[in-house]
């Protein structure tokens, strides 16, 4: 025989072996057949190796002269060292990396997808209908997201605060609010929706969507979570935006007057150790300012000794001035901050007519 024959032989051979085995697993009872499962899958691989392998004339010989070749291969199989379980780990991990690369993907995407605020029939009108439709499904991915961390994050009467933190660092804090200004806005009646939300969602501009239906399409953005934590949701966001907004020039024209004011109306020196005038710097300037709007702060009090630092025994941060200070002087101008003044867009001469804004069904 040529060696080509005698391999021949010898997958004709397990290949009988294997039919024998098969028509008896198929005979046994679900549980035995799930034990024999692993068996099974490997007596199939040995032969597919034989079909693109062939052994020497020695070799193939050696396995033909036993009545279950393949049953043998099998056993020495079993009690071989190898990295099989290493190799199915790696592909467990190889697709979970993938899927979160994946995902990672997807939110970077979302997260980035322009806000488009203006209805379909203007988006057509203005050539901007594969904008609409991106957008418009960012938007509802991000309802549903907003739905999920609420059901996520609600634990013993409260929601945790890392809810609204979540979803706006997935789609970004303008499509967040616009979702639940739209949310709002359609839920205007609903008593559990705070009067402080409801007046906020009026100035956000929710332009009125229909389809050819007569429906509107805007019930889509429309969170269905609970109307109570859907309130909760939007304060931490609408909190959240806040922190997140730099000081005006106003705001800390403002701040400095009124810790001037305070510095001002003690008859004696108020801090702990009675040598210095103090006054609380707002916790609010304070979590929003960074520190050059602080210095500019600082330089309007018309104070030399003028001191910002905190206080061991009391929370918060502090202005303090020597007793000796001139307290009847007035503040100091603003310094005009000529990087803001740089970073102010033109504003464009040819604005696109926005359609009617839609209000709120009384």
Not at 208 to 230: C, F, I, K, Q, Y
């Amino acid at each position: 025989m040529t060696n080509e024959e005698l391999n021949t032989a010898l997958y004709q051979k397990m290949f009988a072996e294997q039919e024998t085995y098969r028509k008896w697993l198929l005979e046994q009872p679900p549980e035995e057949i799930l034990k024999h499962t692993y068996e099974y899958t490997v007596r199939e691989d040995i032969l597919l190796s034989l079909e693109y392998h062939d052994l020497t004339d020695a070799q193939a010989n050696a396995l033909m002269k036993s009545p279950s070749p393949l049953g043998d291969v099998f056993h020495e199989f079993e009690q071989t060292e190898t990295g099989y379980m290493d190799t199915v780990f790696d592909s467990m991990v190889c697709r979970a990396d993938a899927v979160i690369q994946a995902e990672a993907e997807q939110r970077r995407i979302l997260r980035e997808t322009p806000l488009y605020i203006y209805p379909a029939d203007h988006a057509r009108e203005h050539g901007e209908l594969e904008q609409y439709r991106t957008s418009r499904k960012a938007n509802i991915a991000c309802r549903e997201a907003i739905e999920a961390a609420i059901s996520e994050h609600y634990h013993d009467n409260r929601l945790g605060k890392e809810a609204a933190m979540e979803v706006i660092g997935a789609f970004g804090m303008d499509r967040t609010l616009h979702v639940l200004a739209a949310t709002v806005r359609h839920m205007d009646w609903d008593g559990r929706i705070s009067r402080s939300n409801k007046e906020w969602a009026r100035t956000v501009p929710i332009f009125e969507d229909m389809d050819a239906w007569g429906n509107d399409r805007n019930t889509e953005l429309v969170v269905n979570s609970h109307p109570g934590l859907t309130d909760l949701f939007l304060s931490e966001a609408r909190k959240e935006q806040h922190l997140r907004t730099p000081l005006s020039d106003e705001e800390i024209k403002a701040e400095a007057a009124r810790l001037l004011s305070e510095l001002q109306k003690p008859q004696e020196p108020n801090s702990p150790n009675k040598t210095h005038y103090m006054a609380q710097i707002s916790p609010d300037v304070l979590a929003r300012g960074n520190s050059k709007d602080m210095d500019r702060l600082m330089t309007m009090l018309p104070f030399r000794s003028t001191t910002f630092s905190g206080l061991n025994d009391r929370k918060g941060q502090f202005v303090l001035i020597s007793k000796e200070e001139n307290r009847d002087q007035p503040l100091k101008r603003l310094r005009r901050s000529v990087k803001k003044d740089l970073q102010k867009a033109p504003v464009s001469a040819a604005k696109k007519s926005a359609p009617k804004r839609r209000e709120p069904e009384r």
